[in-house]
């Protein structure tokens, strides 16, 4: 079993900003207010069992990918991964993670990563 992540993150490619707030609306089970909205950054606040969770999307984080990072993890998924397969499965756009949870001694280039595109997950050198 998978321990649960304090909190996650997950690279999307070229995500349209309303298809991720509605997607995580539904998946969430509950509507989306808006914190803030700054061209390229976008700020909600969801309430799950009675909790706010705060998510971001930093839709210009690395290249062609914004970064989706749930600052509490309120959310029905455990880790990174399964929040990603969530992603690709709702949106139907690459998805970029760690296999891991981040470890402060880690470095980040050597962190493995898992790339899920048309359907499929494949390990990533990022």
């Not at 969770?53 to 749930?70: G, R």
């Not at 959310?75 to 690709?88: G, I, M």
Request: charged share 25%; proline share 6%; with cysteine.
């Amino acid at each position: 079993m998978t321990d649960r992540f304090p909190d996650l993150e997950i690279y999307l490619m070229k995500p349209a900003p309303d298809a991720v707030r509605d997607w995580l609306a539904g998946a969430l089970g509950s509507a989306a207010t808006d914190i803030s909205l700054t061209p390229g950054h976008s700020h909600w606040r969801f309430t799950v069992q009675g909790e706010a969770m705060d998510v971001f999307l930093n839709e210009n984080a690395e290249k062609n990918f914004a970064s989706l990072w749930f600052k509490q993890n309120l959310s029905p998924w455990n880790s990174d991964l399964d929040c990603a397969r969530a992603a690709h499965a709702a949106l139907a756009i690459e998805i970029r993670c760690s296999d891991s949870s981040w470890q402060e001694d880690e470095d980040e280039a050597e962190q493995p990563w898992i790339k899920l595109i048309r359907g499929e997950e494949k390990p990533l050198k990022w």
